[in-house]
T-cell receptor, first 113, second 114 residues
Framework: DSGVTQTPKHLITATGQRVTLRCSPR?????VYWYQQSLDQGLQFLIQ???????AKGNILERFSAQQFPDLHSELNLSSLELGDSALYFC????????????FGNGTRLTVT | AQKVTQAQTEISVVEKEDVTLDCVYE???????LFWYKQPPSGELVFLIR??????QNEISGRYSWNFQKSTSSFNFTITASQVVDSAVYFC???????????FGQGTELSVKP
């Protein structure tokens, strides 16, 4: 068990809809990272938060947004969903903003139909 | 720009064979970190090792060993006496010291047959 908790485990929704993925970091970790794993793009960094503030942005679409709350959990919001958004979304956490995460959550598998 | 290349898309071996997974990276940074992760069929990402750019010592952990060579920008991973449970996709990744973003390779799918 990595200590990073992601919910839900699976999500099936229709095109055009909006979903929210949730992540609770390991105890004591202040930085949260979101990654997307798809068949065509592989594992890609989306966004990083540190202690509530956005720290770095990767290949995140404008339809996607994220935030980190005062209790340090994070949510990734995906809107106007398209078929191509179907992927495995991973959350990871680390103690500091400059330290790469070692441990990932089990992921949320999103299927857009 | 940073890049990680895992040229082997799929490897198939028979149990007890040794297998090496290749990883070649590109970076202009002098300080960086290299990682290996395992993704079994269940889908989770399991951390295996992190190595910083100043430590070129090879590392061995049980049946796993890693060979880091800065001269060839490679960080290869060897599994000795492979087992069926080693069947998974293995990812090599790179990060610099200015943030924790990981750049992943495309992964190598290892199939170990009994």
């Amino acid at each position: 068990d990595s200590g990073v908790t992601q919910t839900p485990k699976h999500l099936i929704t229709a095109t055009g809809q909006r979903v929210t993925l949730r992540c609770s970091p390991r105890s004591g970790d202040l930085s949260v990272y979101w990654y997307q794993q798809s068949l065509d793009q592989g594992l890609q960094f989306l966004i990083q938060y540190y202690n509530g503030e956005e720290r770095a942005k990767g290949n995140i679409l404008e339809r996607f947004s994220a935030q980190q709350f005062p209790d340090l959990h994070s949510e990734l919001n995906l809107s106007s969903l398209e078929l191509g958004d179907s992927a495995l979304y991973f959350c990871a956490s680390s103690v500091s903003q400059d330290l790469s995460p070692l441990h990932f959550g089990n992921g949320t598998r999103l299927t857009v139909t | 720009a940073q890049k990680v290349t895992q040229a082997q898309t799929e490897i198939s071996v028979v149990e007890k064979e040794d297998v090496t997974l290749d990883c070649v990276y590109e970076t202009r940074d002098t300080t960086y970190y290299l990682f290996w992760y395992k993704q079994p069929p269940s889908g989770e990402l399991v951390f295996l090792i992190r190595r910083n750019s100043f430590d070129e010592q090879n590392e061995i952990s049980g049946r796993y060993s890693w060979n880091f060579q800065k001269s060839t920008s490679s960080f290869n991973f060897t599994i000795t006496a492979s087992q069926v449970v080693d069947s998974a996709v293995y990812f090599c990744a790179l990060s610099n010291n200015q943030g924790g973003k990981l750049i992943f390779g495309q992964g190598t799918e290892l199939s170990v047959k009994p």
